[in-house]
T-cell receptor, first 113, second 115 residues
Framework: DQQVKQNSPSLSVQEGRISILNCDYT??????FLWYKKYPAEGPTFLIS?????DKNEDGRFTVFLNKSAKHLSLHIVPSQPGDSAVYFC????????????FGTGTRLTVIP | DSGVTQTPKHLITATGQRVTLRCSPR?????VYWYQQSLDQGLQFLIQ???????AKGNILERFSAQQFPDLHSELNLSSLELGDSALYFC??????????????FGSGTRLTVV
């Protein structure tokens, strides 16, 4: 059962515009959410995270929004750059203390120059 | 280079065989995690070791086993391989047993192909 879902396998955006990547989850016990970026032939790299006690976290061009009531989070990239082209994974962890992550299936972002 | 080293990068083997994947964590990290990414799937957690001890277990098959050695490197052993075991296997490490909030550091993965 996929507890973290990314329903858009791919997204194309023009350079300079905003990229919005979406993620939904089903388990209300998740307390931390993370976004990873993955380039081909590389492992995922940590991008940004948000605690369930917050609704927004910003780091430079990247902002993550959390809507707990809707069990939805999104990653905004503004402005998008060609180097942002990668697969983005949403991940979540549980409150229980076990720190394995539950990953979505990823969204491939293509930023068109 | 993330500092997490996985070998080999690619592995092709036949059904029924056994393979060993190796992971060296980032210097100073005590926790190692193994994840499997099958085609068009998200990363699935297999197992975590912390300072030589098994800490958490996910949906790891009985045909799979892992260990972490005193020098903190880890090995994932896959036996009686089936076609469905073909996947990318990622190793990640973190400084301690609690990684959430700042994430893990992943290696570049081992691509296993079972033919």
């Amino acid at each position: 059962d996929q507890q973290v879902k990314q329903n858009s396998p791919s997204l194309s955006v023009q350079e300079g515009r905003i990229s919005i990547l979406n993620c939904d989850y089903t388990n209300s016990m998740f307390d931390y959410f993370l976004w990873y970026k993955k380039y081909p032939a590389e492992g995922p790299t940590f991008l940004i995270s948000i605690s369930s006690i917050k609704d927004k976290n910003e780091d430079g061009r990247f902002t993550v929004f959390l809507n707990k009531s809707a069990k939805h989070l999104s990653l905004h990239i503004v402005p998008s750059q060609p180097g942002d082209s990668a697969v983005y994974f949403c991940a979540a962890s549980l409150q229980t203390g076990a720190n394995n992550l539950f990953f979505g299936t990823g969204t491939r972002l293509t930023v068109i120059p | 280079d993330s500092g997490v080293t996985q070998t080999p990068k690619h592995l092709i083997t036949a059904t029924g065989q056994r393979v060993t994947l190796r992971c060296s964590p980032r210097s100073g990290d005590l926790s190692v995690y193994w994840y499997q990414q099958s085609l068009d799937q998200g990363l699935q957690f297999l197992i975590q070791y912390y300072n030589g001890e098994e800490r958490a277990k996910g949906n790891i098959l009985e045909r799979f086993s892992a260990q972490q050695f005193p020098d903190l490197h880890s090995e994932l052993n896959l036996s009686s391989l089936e076609l469905g075991d073909s996947a990318l296997y990622f190793c990640a490490s973190s400084p301690n047993s609690q990684a959430v909030g700042y994430g893990y550091t992943f290696g570049s993965g081992t691509r296993l192909t079972v033919v």
